[in-house]
Protein backbone atom coordinates (compact mmCIF):
# COMPACT_ATOMS: atom_id res chain seq x y z
CA UNK A 1 0.00 0.00 0.00
CA UNK A 2 1.55 3.66 -0.46
CA UNK A 3 1.64 5.87 2.34
CA UNK A 4 -1.37 7.93 1.11
CA UNK A 5 -4.04 5.01 0.96
CA UNK A 6 -6.31 6.04 3.38
CA UNK A 7 -5.89 4.80 7.31
CA UNK A 8 -9.52 3.75 7.26
CA UNK A 9 -8.69 0.90 5.38
CA UNK A 10 -5.65 -0.31 7.27
CA UNK A 11 -7.28 -3.12 8.46
CA UNK A 12 -9.07 -4.01 5.13
CA UNK A 13 -8.86 -7.54 3.66
CA UNK A 14 -9.98 -7.91 -0.26
CA UNK A 15 -11.62 -10.28 -0.80
CA UNK A 16 -10.09 -13.44 -2.76
CA UNK A 17 -12.23 -14.45 -6.02
CA UNK A 18 -11.55 -18.11 -7.82
CA UNK A 19 -8.98 -18.38 -9.69
CA UNK A 20 -9.57 -17.94 -13.16
CA UNK A 21 -6.30 -18.96 -14.44
CA UNK A 22 -5.15 -18.29 -18.40
CA UNK A 23 -2.21 -20.84 -18.65
CA UNK A 24 -4.06 -23.74 -18.94
CA UNK A 25 -7.07 -25.45 -19.74
CA UNK A 26 -8.74 -26.33 -16.63
CA UNK A 27 -11.64 -28.29 -15.89
CA UNK A 28 -13.03 -25.16 -13.73
CA UNK A 29 -15.35 -26.45 -11.09
CA UNK A 30 -13.70 -23.59 -8.90
CA UNK A 31 -16.26 -20.43 -9.08
CA UNK A 32 -20.04 -22.03 -9.32
CA UNK A 33 -20.26 -20.81 -13.00
CA UNK A 34 -22.45 -22.62 -15.57
CA UNK A 35 -21.25 -24.97 -17.80
CA UNK A 36 -23.49 -23.82 -20.22
CA UNK A 37 -23.63 -20.73 -22.26
CA UNK A 38 -26.05 -18.12 -21.87
CA UNK A 39 -29.57 -18.48 -24.22
CA UNK A 40 -28.80 -17.47 -27.35
CA UNK A 41 -31.63 -14.91 -27.00
CA UNK A 42 -29.80 -13.24 -24.45
CA UNK A 43 -26.79 -13.07 -26.78
CA UNK A 44 -28.60 -11.77 -29.50
CA UNK A 45 -30.13 -9.08 -27.35
CA UNK A 46 -26.85 -7.71 -26.15
CA UNK A 47 -25.37 -7.94 -29.41
CA UNK A 48 -28.48 -5.20 -30.97
CA UNK A 49 -27.95 -3.48 -27.67
CA UNK A 50 -24.31 -2.77 -28.63
CA UNK A 51 -25.26 -0.52 -31.48
CA UNK A 52 -26.26 2.30 -29.24
CA UNK A 53 -23.22 2.17 -26.75
CA UNK A 54 -23.24 5.73 -27.45
CA UNK A 55 -26.14 6.52 -25.15
CA UNK A 56 -25.85 5.89 -21.23
CA UNK A 57 -27.32 3.31 -19.77
CA UNK A 58 -31.03 3.27 -18.66
CA UNK A 59 -30.48 3.93 -15.32
CA UNK A 60 -33.80 2.40 -14.30
CA UNK A 61 -33.28 -0.58 -16.06
CA UNK A 62 -36.98 -0.10 -17.11
CA UNK A 63 -37.89 -3.34 -19.56
CA UNK A 64 -35.41 -5.90 -17.83
CA UNK A 65 -37.09 -4.30 -14.41
CA UNK A 66 -40.59 -4.99 -15.90
CA UNK A 67 -39.39 -9.02 -17.12
CA UNK A 68 -38.05 -9.70 -14.22
CA UNK A 69 -40.87 -8.32 -11.93
CA UNK A 70 -43.34 -10.05 -13.87
CA UNK A 71 -41.48 -13.28 -13.99
CA UNK A 72 -41.46 -13.60 -10.17
CA UNK A 73 -44.90 -12.25 -9.94
CA UNK A 74 -44.08 -8.95 -7.77
CA UNK A 75 -44.70 -5.39 -8.69
CA UNK A 76 -41.78 -3.39 -10.52
CA UNK A 77 -41.25 -0.94 -7.76
CA UNK A 78 -40.25 -4.11 -5.76
CA UNK A 79 -37.02 -4.82 -7.72
CA UNK A 80 -33.74 -3.01 -8.19
CA UNK A 81 -31.34 -4.26 -10.24
CA UNK A 82 -27.37 -4.10 -9.64
CA UNK A 83 -24.37 -4.97 -11.14
CA UNK A 84 -24.17 -8.36 -9.70
CA UNK A 85 -25.93 -9.41 -6.82
CA UNK A 86 -23.17 -8.32 -5.00
CA UNK A 87 -23.34 -4.67 -5.65
CA UNK A 88 -27.03 -5.14 -3.95
CA UNK A 89 -25.43 -6.55 -0.63
CA UNK A 90 -23.17 -3.84 -0.50
CA UNK A 91 -26.07 -1.24 -0.92
CA UNK A 92 -27.61 -3.14 1.92
CA UNK A 93 -24.79 -3.49 4.40
CA UNK A 94 -24.17 0.68 3.61
CA UNK A 95 -27.93 1.04 3.97
CA UNK A 96 -29.02 -1.23 7.04
CA UNK A 97 -26.08 -1.65 9.46
CA UNK A 98 -24.36 0.93 11.65
CA UNK A 99 -22.70 1.19 14.95
CA UNK A 100 -26.18 -0.13 16.80
CA UNK A 101 -27.05 -2.42 13.84
CA UNK A 102 -24.38 -4.54 13.13
CA UNK A 103 -24.33 -7.25 10.47
CA UNK A 104 -24.66 -10.48 11.61
CA UNK A 105 -23.74 -13.69 9.73
CA UNK A 106 -22.67 -16.89 9.90
CA UNK A 107 -18.93 -17.69 10.71
CA UNK A 108 -19.28 -19.79 7.91
CA UNK A 109 -20.75 -18.68 4.67
CA UNK A 110 -19.97 -16.56 1.43
CA UNK A 111 -16.77 -14.59 2.03
CA UNK A 112 -18.03 -11.10 0.51
CA UNK A 113 -19.91 -10.36 3.62
CA UNK A 114 -16.90 -9.59 5.83
CA UNK A 115 -15.19 -7.77 3.46
CA UNK A 116 -18.63 -5.46 2.90
CA UNK A 117 -18.28 -4.95 6.67
CA UNK A 118 -15.27 -3.86 6.62
CA UNK A 119 -15.12 -1.23 3.60
CA UNK A 120 -18.04 0.58 5.06
CA UNK A 121 -16.09 0.62 8.32
CA UNK A 122 -19.40 -1.32 9.97
CA UNK A 123 -19.34 -3.72 12.91
CA UNK A 124 -20.29 -7.22 12.67
CA UNK A 125 -20.87 -10.38 14.33
CA UNK A 126 -20.11 -14.06 13.18
CA UNK A 127 -22.58 -16.66 14.30
CA UNK A 128 -20.88 -20.29 14.71
CA UNK A 129 -22.79 -22.97 12.06
CA UNK A 130 -24.37 -26.26 13.89
CA UNK A 131 -22.08 -28.77 14.38
CA UNK A 132 -23.36 -30.05 11.31
CA UNK A 133 -22.53 -26.90 9.20
CA UNK A 134 -26.37 -26.10 10.18
CA UNK A 135 -27.79 -22.34 10.57
CA UNK A 136 -29.98 -22.33 13.35
CA UNK A 137 -32.10 -19.21 13.00
CA UNK A 138 -32.88 -19.11 17.21
CA UNK A 139 -29.17 -18.06 17.35
CA UNK A 140 -30.08 -15.14 15.24
CA UNK A 141 -33.71 -13.80 16.47
CA UNK A 142 -32.63 -12.16 19.89
CA UNK A 143 -29.82 -10.18 17.88
CA UNK A 144 -29.70 -6.74 17.71
CA UNK A 145 -28.33 -5.85 13.80
CA UNK A 146 -28.77 -6.96 10.40
CA UNK A 147 -28.65 -10.38 9.23
CA UNK A 148 -27.60 -12.04 5.94
CA UNK A 149 -27.96 -15.14 5.52
CA UNK A 150 -27.09 -17.01 2.21
CA UNK A 151 -29.82 -19.59 1.55
CA UNK A 152 -28.78 -21.89 -0.02
CA UNK A 153 -25.87 -21.36 2.04
CA UNK A 154 -21.96 -21.14 0.51
CA UNK A 155 -19.80 -23.34 0.77
CA UNK A 156 -22.13 -26.02 2.14
CA UNK A 157 -25.22 -25.77 -0.14
CA UNK A 158 -27.27 -26.49 2.76
CA UNK A 159 -31.13 -25.06 2.77
CA UNK A 160 -32.93 -22.85 5.35
CA UNK A 161 -36.38 -24.05 5.37
CA UNK A 162 -38.76 -21.21 4.21
CA UNK A 163 -40.45 -21.58 7.42
CA UNK A 164 -37.26 -20.62 9.50
CA UNK A 165 -36.99 -17.74 7.47
CA UNK A 166 -40.48 -16.61 8.10
CA UNK A 167 -39.73 -17.15 11.99
CA UNK A 168 -36.65 -14.68 11.78
CA UNK A 169 -38.24 -11.99 9.71
CA UNK A 170 -41.23 -12.16 11.87
CA UNK A 171 -39.58 -12.12 14.84
CA UNK A 172 -38.71 -8.53 14.91
CA UNK A 173 -39.69 -6.10 12.84
CA UNK A 174 -37.48 -3.69 13.43
CA UNK A 175 -34.42 -5.62 12.34
CA UNK A 176 -34.05 -5.64 8.54
CA UNK A 177 -33.22 -9.72 6.77
CA UNK A 178 -31.28 -9.94 3.54
CA UNK A 179 -31.62 -13.93 2.31
CA UNK A 180 -28.95 -14.25 -0.24
CA UNK A 181 -30.68 -16.28 -2.54
CA UNK A 182 -27.79 -16.82 -5.19
CA UNK A 183 -28.18 -20.83 -5.04
CA UNK A 184 -32.03 -21.05 -5.27
CA UNK A 185 -32.87 -21.86 -8.45
CA UNK A 186 -30.90 -25.48 -8.01
CA UNK A 187 -33.38 -26.67 -5.30
CA UNK A 188 -34.35 -24.07 -2.81
CA UNK A 189 -37.47 -22.47 -2.32
CA UNK A 190 -37.48 -18.66 -2.31
CA UNK A 191 -38.26 -15.83 0.22
CA UNK A 192 -40.07 -13.66 -2.04
CA UNK A 193 -43.19 -15.44 -1.49
CA UNK A 194 -42.83 -13.09 1.48
CA UNK A 195 -42.18 -10.14 0.49
CA UNK A 196 -45.21 -8.57 0.23
CA UNK A 197 -46.31 -9.89 4.02
CA UNK A 198 -43.17 -8.11 5.56
CA UNK A 199 -41.69 -4.84 5.26
CA UNK A 200 -38.52 -5.60 6.64
CA UNK A 201 -37.51 -8.74 4.30
CA UNK A 202 -34.45 -8.02 1.40
CA UNK A 203 -34.00 -11.20 -1.36
CA UNK A 204 -31.02 -10.75 -3.63
CA UNK A 205 -30.71 -12.84 -6.85
CA UNK A 206 -28.06 -13.40 -9.39
CA UNK A 207 -28.16 -13.85 -12.91
CA UNK A 208 -24.30 -15.18 -12.31
CA UNK A 209 -25.03 -18.88 -11.64
CA UNK A 210 -28.16 -20.55 -12.98
CA UNK A 211 -28.44 -17.86 -15.86
CA UNK A 212 -24.91 -18.58 -17.26
CA UNK A 213 -24.49 -14.65 -16.94
CA UNK A 214 -21.01 -14.62 -14.44
CA UNK A 215 -19.06 -12.19 -17.09
CA UNK A 216 -22.43 -10.40 -17.83
CA UNK A 217 -22.53 -8.71 -13.96
CA UNK A 218 -26.48 -8.50 -13.23
CA UNK A 219 -28.19 -9.13 -9.96
CA UNK A 220 -30.93 -7.94 -8.31
CA UNK A 221 -32.76 -7.18 -5.16
CA UNK A 222 -36.42 -7.84 -4.03
CA UNK A 223 -38.14 -5.73 -1.43
CA UNK A 224 -41.14 -3.65 -0.38
CA UNK A 225 -40.87 -0.23 -2.10
CA UNK A 226 -39.66 1.94 0.61
CA UNK A 227 -36.90 -0.75 0.81
CA UNK A 228 -36.01 -0.32 -2.74
CA UNK A 229 -36.28 3.28 -2.33
CA UNK A 230 -33.61 3.54 0.26
CA UNK A 231 -31.61 1.12 -1.86
CA UNK A 232 -32.03 3.43 -4.90
CA UNK A 233 -30.68 6.29 -2.69
CA UNK A 234 -27.42 4.58 -2.35
CA UNK A 235 -26.73 3.37 -5.65
CA UNK A 236 -27.96 6.83 -7.33
CA UNK A 237 -25.23 8.33 -4.65
CA UNK A 238 -22.61 6.25 -6.35
CA UNK A 239 -23.30 5.20 -10.09
CA UNK A 240 -26.31 5.60 -11.44
CA UNK A 241 -25.51 3.45 -14.68
CA UNK A 242 -24.36 0.38 -12.55
CA UNK A 243 -25.93 -1.89 -15.18
CA UNK A 244 -24.78 -1.32 -18.91
CA UNK A 245 -26.95 -1.38 -22.05
CA UNK A 246 -25.51 -4.48 -23.07
CA UNK A 247 -25.63 -6.38 -19.64
CA UNK A 248 -29.67 -5.29 -18.94
CA UNK A 249 -30.94 -6.37 -22.70
CA UNK A 250 -28.97 -9.91 -22.30
CA UNK A 251 -30.44 -10.62 -19.18
CA UNK A 252 -33.80 -9.72 -20.98
CA UNK A 253 -33.30 -12.09 -23.51
CA UNK A 254 -32.37 -14.62 -20.95
CA UNK A 255 -35.62 -14.01 -18.87
CA UNK A 256 -37.65 -14.34 -22.37
CA UNK A 257 -36.11 -18.03 -22.57
CA UNK A 258 -37.71 -19.43 -19.95
CA UNK A 259 -37.21 -22.73 -21.47
CA UNK A 260 -33.14 -23.00 -21.87
CA UNK A 261 -33.19 -22.13 -17.92
CA UNK A 262 -35.12 -24.32 -16.65
CA UNK A 263 -33.61 -27.18 -18.55
CA UNK A 264 -29.95 -26.06 -17.34
CA UNK A 265 -30.79 -26.34 -14.08
CA UNK A 266 -32.23 -29.56 -14.12
CA UNK A 267 -29.13 -30.69 -16.07
CA UNK A 268 -26.94 -28.92 -12.56
CA UNK A 269 -29.46 -31.32 -10.39
CA UNK A 270 -29.18 -34.46 -12.56
CA UNK A 271 -25.16 -34.05 -12.46
CA UNK A 272 -25.22 -33.30 -8.62
CA UNK A 273 -27.18 -36.45 -8.03
CA UNK A 274 -24.99 -38.46 -10.08
CA UNK A 275 -21.54 -36.82 -8.82
CA UNK A 276 -22.75 -37.48 -4.87
CA UNK A 277 -23.83 -40.93 -5.57
CA UNK A 278 -20.40 -42.05 -7.25
CA UNK A 279 -18.38 -39.54 -4.98
CA UNK A 280 -20.39 -41.10 -1.66
CA UNK A 281 -19.20 -45.00 -3.09
CA UNK A 282 -15.63 -43.36 -3.23
CA UNK A 283 -16.30 -43.05 0.63
CA UNK A 284 -16.91 -39.06 0.70
CA UNK A 285 -18.83 -37.48 3.41
CA UNK A 286 -20.76 -34.84 1.70
CA UNK A 287 -23.11 -32.02 2.85
CA UNK A 288 -26.95 -32.04 1.40
CA UNK A 289 -26.49 -29.66 -1.25
CA UNK A 290 -29.38 -27.91 -2.87
CA UNK A 291 -26.68 -25.68 -5.08
CA UNK A 292 -24.42 -25.84 -8.26
CA UNK A 293 -21.87 -27.46 -6.17
CA UNK A 294 -20.80 -30.05 -3.54
CA UNK A 295 -19.05 -29.51 -0.17
CA UNK A 296 -17.13 -33.08 0.52
CA UNK A 297 -14.13 -34.72 2.33
CA UNK A 298 -12.95 -37.85 2.72
CA UNK A 299 -11.38 -39.84 5.79
CA UNK A 300 -7.99 -40.72 3.12
CA UNK A 301 -6.46 -37.62 1.99
CA UNK A 302 -6.64 -34.06 3.05
CA UNK A 303 -8.62 -31.07 1.45
CA UNK A 304 -5.46 -29.63 0.49
CA UNK A 305 -4.03 -32.35 -0.70
CA UNK A 306 -7.03 -33.52 -3.06
CA UNK A 307 -7.07 -30.09 -4.59
CA UNK A 308 -3.15 -29.91 -5.67
CA UNK A 309 -3.44 -33.29 -6.98
CA UNK A 310 -6.92 -32.59 -8.78
CA UNK A 311 -4.92 -29.28 -9.77
CA UNK A 312 -1.69 -31.04 -11.14
CA UNK A 313 -4.18 -32.82 -13.05
CA UNK A 314 -6.33 -30.37 -14.62
CA UNK A 315 -9.45 -29.70 -12.74
CA UNK A 316 -9.35 -26.96 -10.46
CA UNK A 317 -11.96 -26.93 -7.41
CA UNK A 318 -12.38 -24.54 -4.54
CA UNK A 319 -10.53 -25.18 -1.32
CA UNK A 320 -10.90 -22.82 1.72
CA UNK A 321 -7.90 -22.89 4.42
CA UNK A 322 -10.23 -21.71 7.37
CA UNK A 323 -9.64 -24.61 10.27
CA UNK A 324 -13.62 -25.59 10.33
CA UNK A 325 -13.76 -26.27 6.65
CA UNK A 326 -10.32 -27.46 5.51
CA UNK A 327 -11.04 -30.95 5.08
CA UNK A 328 -13.78 -30.14 2.78
CA UNK A 329 -13.18 -29.00 -0.88
CA UNK A 330 -16.05 -26.90 -2.95
CA UNK A 331 -16.67 -29.40 -6.38
CA UNK A 332 -19.19 -26.83 -8.69
CA UNK A 333 -21.31 -29.28 -10.65
CA UNK A 334 -20.59 -28.55 -14.47
CA UNK A 335 -21.64 -30.80 -17.78
CA UNK A 336 -21.91 -34.93 -17.44
CA UNK A 337 -18.51 -35.32 -19.09
CA UNK A 338 -17.19 -32.78 -16.88
CA UNK A 339 -18.21 -35.10 -13.58
CA UNK A 340 -17.00 -38.19 -15.44
CA UNK A 341 -13.59 -37.04 -15.53
CA UNK A 342 -13.44 -35.55 -12.26
CA UNK A 343 -14.42 -38.94 -10.64
CA UNK A 344 -12.15 -40.90 -12.90
CA UNK A 345 -9.30 -38.48 -12.24
CA UNK A 346 -10.15 -38.80 -8.23
CA UNK A 347 -10.62 -42.71 -8.65
CA UNK A 348 -6.95 -42.63 -9.58
CA UNK A 349 -5.69 -40.10 -7.23
CA UNK A 350 -7.23 -42.79 -4.25
CA UNK A 351 -5.64 -45.68 -6.10
CA UNK A 352 -2.04 -44.14 -6.10
CA UNK A 353 -2.43 -43.65 -2.30
CA UNK A 354 -3.17 -47.53 -1.70
C1 LIG B 1 -21.85 -15.91 -6.45
C2 LIG B 1 -22.49 -15.37 -5.22
C3 LIG B 1 -23.00 -14.07 -5.11
C4 LIG B 1 -22.87 -12.98 -6.09
O1 LIG B 1 -22.54 -13.11 -7.27
P1 LIG B 1 -22.65 -11.97 -8.37
O2 LIG B 1 -21.87 -12.56 -9.46
O3 LIG B 1 -22.09 -10.71 -7.80
O4 LIG B 1 -24.11 -11.83 -8.63
C5 LIG B 1 -23.64 -13.70 -3.97
N1 LIG B 1 -23.79 -14.52 -2.94
C6 LIG B 1 -23.31 -15.76 -2.97
C7 LIG B 1 -23.51 -16.64 -1.80
C8 LIG B 1 -22.63 -16.22 -4.10
O5 LIG B 1 -22.11 -17.44 -4.11
Not at 37 to 44: G, K, M, N, Q, R
Not at 136 to 156: H, L, S, W
Not at 319 to 328: L, Q, V
Request: aromatic share 10%.
Amino acid sequence: MSKYFSKKFENLTPYVPGEQPKERNYIKLNTNESPFPPSPYAVEFAQRALKNLQLYSDPECTFLTQSVASDLGVNADKVIMTNGSDEVLNFAFMAYCDKDTPAIFPDISYGFYKVFAEINNLPYEEIPLKADFSIDVDDYINKNGTVFIANPNAPTGILLPLSDIERLVKSNPDRIVVIDEAYVDFGGQSAITLIDKYQNLIVTRTFSKSRSMAGARLGFGVANREIIADLKAIKYSTNPYNVNSATAAAGEGSVADEDYFKENCKKIIDNRAWTEKELKSLGFEMTNSKANFIFAKHDGISGKELYLKLKERGILVRHFDKERIKEYNRITIGSKIEMETLIKTIKSILEELK
